[in-house]
């Protein structure tokens, strides 16, 4: 009697593998999606206003059937809150995560590379000053100036990386600096400002949700649309590129021009995002860091489950915002930084560690 024995094939089972972390990686980014769908949801109910789950979601599915208190209270007021929630949070989330990738740091995103901090100095020339960096923008005035100042600190970047022999870590620095020199900026105009005008600077800088309309939605949702594609574009390249400038060199990656197009596709999210809403730390952070904890490195996985970390982060953020006391809602940025200061300590550390 002969017993066959069959021969391990390791091509298979490496075929195998992989299908098997593709399959999980998909479930996951969806398990994702849906459970951001129902984060809206909840958003929307969430309010002095009571509105069920299930009515909600059959409104939001058939606006038909709704009355015109829930045409008015989830339509016209919660909805926009609620999709402005997502989009800037999936941009942020998308800016951090790349800034992360070309920089190879984890601790790097929009917030702590100054860019927010140029926004609301942007901001606060209007406010204070009535200073506007594009004439007769009319009502727009602090959106466009924080635009502007946020989208001139991304391009020093951009500049700063043109420089001959210049490092990812020599990049982090540039932005620090401008971090604290736009800090130092604001406060002295805070600190010639009056009452009022330092209340509405006050104010924008914690960052809120309240001037969120079906405009500036759909903006959001059209400067996403054309990055994250782009991004996605380049997974492998940018999946090398985390295996160090050397080997994604040796691979074929051009190094210097991927940085640049990645820099500025991040200074657009950043721009726009911290412009409509106000500065909002740790989103960038916070949900990259998260998405490389459960599916690591890979973009294809990385860069979809970021965007959808960043979302479902503020969407929770402006659900507690107005959960914390009845009938006050709180600025986001608050609660995101209360949030983030856990998560950005202990990178620090497991990053002192990997050092030693």
């Not at 969806?30 to 109910?45: E, F, K, R, W």
């Not at 929009?110 to 200073?131: H, K, Q, R």
């Amino acid at each position: 009697m002969t017993v066959q024995t069959t021969n391990p094939d390791p091509a298979r089972d490496i075929v195998g593998a992989y299908r098997r972390r593709s399959a999980k990686r998909v479930a996951l980014v969806c398990l994702a999606a849906v459970a951001l769908g129902a984060m809206i949801v909840i958003d929307i109910i969430t309010g002095p206003a009571e509105l069920g789950f299930l009515r909600t979601l059959h409104v939001i599915l058939d606006p038909s059937i709704a009355t015109a208190k829930e045409a008015v209270i989830i339509w016209d007021l919660r909805l926009p809150v609620a999709l402005m929630a997502v989009v800037v949070g999936a941009m942020l989330g998308v800016a951090g995560a790349e800034m992360q990738t070309i920089l190879n740091n984890p601790l790097a995103d929009p917030f702590t590379l100054g860019l927010s901090s140029a926004a609301s100095f942007g901001a606060a020339l209007a406010i204070v000053l009535g200073f506007s960096v594009i004439p007769a923008v009319g009502g727009l005035l602090v959106t466009v100036n924080a635009f502007m100042f946020s989208l001139f600190a991304s391009l020093a970047l951009f500049a700063f990386t043109k420089l001959r022999g210049v490092t990812p870590e020599a990049m982090i620095l540039v932005g620090i600096a401008m971090l604290f020199s736009f800090n130092a900026l604001l406060a002295f105009l805070q600190y010639g400002a009056s009452e009022l005008e330092l209340a509405q600077l006050i104010f924008w800088q914690m960052g809120s949700l309240a001037r969120a309309t079906w405009a500036k939605v759909g903006i959001c949702l059209v400067v996403l649309a054309i990055v994250l594609p782009y991004f996605l574009s380049r997974s492998w390249a940018l999946t090398a590129l985390r295996m160090g400038e050397d080997k994604a060199a040796a691979l074929g990656v051009n190094v210097a021009l991927l940085r640049l197009a990645v820099l500025a596709g991040v200074s657009l999210l950043s721009a726009v995002a911290v412009s409509f809403v106000g500065a909002i730390a740790f989103v960038g952070l916070v949900g990259p860091h998260i998405a490389r904890l459960i599916v690591g490195e890979d973009q294809r996985g990385f860069l979809p489950l970021s965007a959808l970390m960043g979302a479902l982060i503020l969407s929770a953020t402006s659900i507690v915002s107005k959960a914390i006391t009845p009938g006050i809602v709180y600025p986001i940025g608050m609660i995101t930084s209360l949030i983030g200061i856990p998560f950005f300590v202990s990178l620090i550390l497991s990053q002192r560690k990997r050092h030693w």
